[in-house]
């Protein structure tokens, strides 16, 4: 098992562009969370996913868009970048609430 | 106030100390508690979950208050392979399905 995979490792960016990442797993996990990891801030939360179709608003939604089309995988857009984007972007998972949750090895974005 | 608060550090200690440290955390009806490590760059790794009665594996301790809405993180006879980032997280109250994290405890373990 692979486990919780990221795909891209590393990005840089234009303001104003766009992307996605893409978080995988492969333990029939039905919660999935992104996160954002800044010096000093933790990890705090952007969106999540209790389930395939369903998404909700975390903590730091604004710039952000999701979409859990099949339960294994959970997409994160950046519409329009910018720098205050400038991150770490880590997914995680979860077989039930209040579980132990697994990260994929994370995203480095920057953005210019 | 944060939801999860813990003593950034760092904590400089010698190989073969015991360390603890504690974290607060301000929603009481909060369900699960955990320590999870984060190394450099690299993910957060769950180190152990966090019971009320308290548990222990190998040279770590955890350990709930309920009461006083801590929790706490034990390590005896410290390796320099401890050095790390040391995680806070507690669960939501119920129905919303969030993970809190502290912003971590750092630290170092000198030869």
């Known amino acids: 098992n692979a486990g919780v995979t990221q795909t891209p490792k590393f990005r840089v960016l234009k303001t104003g562009q766009s992307m996605t990442l893409l978080c995988a797993q492969d333990m029939n996990h039905e919660y999935m969370y992104w996160y954002r990891q800044d010096p000093g801030m933790g990890l705090r939360l952007i969106h999540y996913s209790v389930g395939e179709g369903t998404t909700a608003k975390g903590e730091v939604p604004d710039g952000y868009n999701v979409s859990r089309l099949k339960k294994q995988n959970f997409l994160l857009g950046l519409e329009s970048a910018a720098p205050s984007q400038t991150s770490v972007y880590f997914c995680a998972s979860t077989v039930r609430p209040y579980n132990e949750q697994f990260f994929g090895p994370g995203t480095r974005l920057t953005v210019l | 106030r944060k939801e999860v608060e813990q003593d950034p550090g760092p904590f400089n200690v010698p190989e073969g100390a015991t360390v603890a440290f504690n974290c607060t955390y301000s929603?009481?009806?909060?369900?699960?508690f955990f320590w999870y490590r984060q190394d450099c760059r690299k993910e957060p790794k769950l180190l152990m979950s966090?019971?009320?009665s308290g548990n222990e594996d190998g040279r770590f301790t955890a350990q709930l208050n309920r009461a006083s809405q801590y929790i706490s993180l034990l390590i005896r006879d410290s390796k320099l392979s401890d050095s790390a980032t040391y995680l806070c997280?507690?669960?939501?109250?119920?129905?919303?399905?969030?993970?809190?994290f502290g912003t971590g405890t750092r630290l170092k373990v000198l030869a």
């Open positions: 966090v019971y009320s």
């Open positions: 929603n009481s009806a909060s369900q699960s």
């Open positions: 997280v507690v669960t939501s109250d119920s129905g919303t399905y969030k993970y809190i």
